[in-house]
Nanobody, 126 residues
Framework: HVQLVESGGGSVQAGGSLRLSCAAS????????MGWFRQAPGKEREGVAL???????KYADSVKGRFTISKDNAKNTLYLQMNSLKPEDTAMYYC?????????????????????WGQGTQVTVS
């Protein structure tokens, strides 16, 4: 039974930082495709950051230079360090772990279609 538990969300002022965590159980994060998505009210879910099956990292253009995705294999946890937060970063953030894997140029789409999901953690930037 796979379980992904996100934590670390909260309310911050613009320019602030948060670190999201996604603790996995029943699933080994090492060398697996995992990522972060977000969904704001009235908007579609979008990919934010991802580590693919070859450990390549991809970011949405809107977060490049501000967000950093990483894994701690010993803790079996995925992280998202978010700096220089903006009001437009306000959303529910979800952790996703691929059923199989993801490679190439369409990794966000691949992961979005075939993944285990966490329950989400709210990030509010004012």
């Amino acid at each position: 039974h796979v379980q992904l538990v996100e934590s670390g969300g909260g309310s911050v002022q613009a320019g602030g930082s948060l670190r999201l965590s996604c603790a996995a159980s029943g699933y080994t994060v090492n060398n697996r495709c995992m990522g972060w998505f977000r969904q704001a009210p009235g908007k579609e879910r979008e990919g934010v950051a991802l580590i693919d099956s070859d450990n390549n990292i991809k970011y949405a253009d809107s977060v490049k230079g501000r967000f950093t995705i990483s894994k701690d294999n010993a803790k079996n946890t995925l992280y998202l360090q978010m700096n220089s937060l903006k009001p437009e970063d306000t959303a529910m953030y979800y952790c996703a772990a691929a059923y199989f894997g993801c490679w190439g140029g369409t990794v966000f789409s691949q992961l979005s279609r075939s993944a285990y999901w966490g329950q989400g953690t709210q990030v509010t930037v004012s």
